[in-house]
């Protein structure tokens, strides 16, 4: 059972900025370190950015200075702002606990393309 919703992806241009949102109706939200990831059409699923209970953040290289994760425990909400996007950023991008696993939501598809 899915634990969170994800919204906010798109199309968007080459160097072009999006940001994503993750709702999530899991009590005690707060506790839970949580992490953003992204599966592009024939590869596997991989995290992107994770942030703990406490707000301690990490970066996949590829990502690294574009990407910011960010949370709103009193909304239960996470949040991912890409900027600087390239092709290779398209994918479905999911978030979910971290390291541990809840349900997979259905993910929102960030396109990046003139």
């Known amino acids: 059972q899915a634990q969170v919703v994800e919204s906010g992806g798109g199309l968007v241009q080459p160097g072009g900025s999006l940001g994503l949102s993750c709702a999530s109706s899991r009590s005690f939200f707060g506790a839970y370190a949580m992490g953003w990831y992204r599966q592009a059409p024939g590869k596997q699923r991989e995290l992107v950015a994770s942030i703990s209970s406490g707000g301690s953040t990490n970066y996949a290289d590829s990502v690294k200075g574009r990407f910011t994760i960010s949370r709103d425990n009193a909304k239960k909400t996470v949040y991912l702002q890409m900027n600087s996007l390239k092709a290779e950023d398209t994918a479905v991008y999911y978030c979910?606990?971290?390291?541990?696993?809840w349900g997979w939501g259905q993910g929102t598809q960030v396109t990046v393309s003139s």
């Open positions: 979910n606990r971290y390291p541990d696993l």
